[in-house]
């Protein structure tokens, strides 16, 4: 298996425009994770999928991001409109087994928000 | 609360020396324990994990961790630094019932 595989790697798009992250993870994994990294707050999960269901969305900062998992290959994290403030490295991970399973992350995408 | 903590932002270390970054948690349950590394521009690799038995764990590259309980500690260990682990560093702690939780990470900076 390729691992978890991210698109775009780098974002670079101007502030109110819509951005969307993609991932497709390790086939075979029933759980999926979006991560967010930045200098100041470091790694914060922001929503994960359990079989394609969302299971807990709490850690999305705000109504401006979204994310689905139409199937199990495949998943989007949209911020729209965008912010500067969003600009950070965003994770894709999943696992199989439970949340607290080792965990395959992508490589990520760096978005810049100007 | 459930935390995980480590202490040391950044470690400097000579190649060839020997290589010990702290993590300390806080969590009710019985926790389980993480040791992944970062390269730059890169993702997450998981080093070695601990969920029960022995509490001296063996990692990939070279790293192993030890649980102590009464020190709610999960230290990384490496005998002998080689350029190439210079990296950042998270310990990740998780319990059934709750989500992993990554500590803030310790930035590993080899000198030749």
């Known amino acids: 298996d390729a691992g978890v595989i991210q698109s775009p790697r780098h974002e670079v798009t101007e502030m109110g425009q819509e951005v969307t992250l993609r991932c497709k993870p390790i086939?075979?994994?029933?759980?999926l994770f979006w991560y967010r990294q930045t200098m100041m707050r470091g790694l914060e999960l922001l929503i994960y999928f359990n079989n394609n269901v969302p299971i807990d969305d709490s850690g999305m900062p705000e109504d401006r991001f979204s994310a689905k998992m139409p199937n199990a290959s495949f998943s989007t994290l949209k911020i729209q409109p965008s912010e500067p403030r969003d600009s950070a490295v965003y994770f894709c991970a999943s696992s199989f087994g439970g949340r607290i399973a080792e965990a395959f992350f992508g490589q990520g995408t760096r978005l810049t928000v100007v | 609360a459930q935390s995980v903590t480590q202490p040391d932002i950044h470690i400097t270390v000579s190649e060839g020396a020997s290589l010990e970054l702290r993590c300390n948690y806080s969590?009710?349950?019985?926790?389980?324990l993480f040791w992944y590394v970062q390269s730059p521009g890169q993702g997450l690799q998981l080093l070695l994990k601990y969920f029960s038995g022995d509490t001296l764990v063996q990692g990939i590259k070279g790293f192993e961790a030890e649980f102590k309980r009464s020190q709610s500690s999960f230290n990384l260990r490496k005998p002998s630094v080689h350029w190439s682990d210079a990296a950042e560093y998270f310990c990740?702690?998780?319990?059934?019932?709750?989500?992993?939780?990554f500590g803030a990470g310790t930035r590993l900076t080899v000198k030749p």
């Open positions: 969590y009710g349950a019985t926790p389980y």
């Open positions: 086939s075979g994994h029933d759980y």
């Open positions: 990740a702690v998780g319990a059934v019932g709750n989500d992993m939780r």
